[in-house]
């Protein structure tokens, strides 16, 4: 059943992100300047992350860092994946959208040295969020869904680690 999830999510989620970074690249003009979408609400602006979330930058070594990171990051998830119950679809579908973004934006630190492709600004005026793209919404959504579903689990556990087992001799001694 997990697989039924993730791997369509998984495929779906990479392919929507390099089709979206690819009309990005094509029609927007390449200097950031935004277009607006919705008002000021929204709006599309090219620009390329050559560090990681909120523009996080550690220097002329960052590509390779960060694709290693995400290459690591890859096989924690896919541990996880290979963990979760069959029947477990949230986790499963969480596992899914982290790894998705993972890979679509391990993607274009591979196959340019310009950084991730972003492409959509949200904010109001000068209040503005971090641009992002739909490998980011992945990470993001999947990353709060894994949190919520493994905080779950975590009080489950304890529960079961509680319960006092008898041992079947004691039951002689009285």
Do not use: C
Not at 20 to 29: F, G, I, N, R, Y
Not at 46 to 72: C, D, E, H
Not at 89 to 112: K, M, P
Not at 125 to 143: K, L, Q
């Amino acid at each position: 059943m997990k697989a039924l999830i993730s791997w369509p999510v998984l495929i779906v989620v990479v392919l929507a992100d390099l089709l979206t970074k690819s009309l990005a690249v094509t029609l927007l003009p390449p200097n950031g300047f935004p277009q607006s979408v919705i008002g000021d609400g929204l709006r599309f602006a090219l620009v390329y992350n050559p560090g990681a979330a909120f523009g996080l930058y550690l220097g002329g070594f960052s590509r390779w860092i960060f694709m290693a990171l995400t290459v690591g990051a890859l096989g924690i998830l896919w541990r996880l994946y290979a963990q979760t119950d069959a029947s477990d679809r949230l986790r499963a579908l969480a596992v899914a959208l982290v790894a998705a973004g993972a890979v679509g934006n391990l993607i274009d630190r591979i196959r340019s040295d310009l950084g991730v492709v972003d492409f959509i600004d949200v904010g109001f005026g000068v209040h503005r969020w971090p641009t992002f793209n739909v490998a980011d919404m992945a990470v993001s959504t999947g990353a709060f869904m894994l949190a919520w579903v493994l905080w779950g689990e975590a009080p489950e556990a304890e529960a079961t680690a509680a319960v006092p087992t008898a041992r079947p001799d004691s039951m002689d001694a009285q």
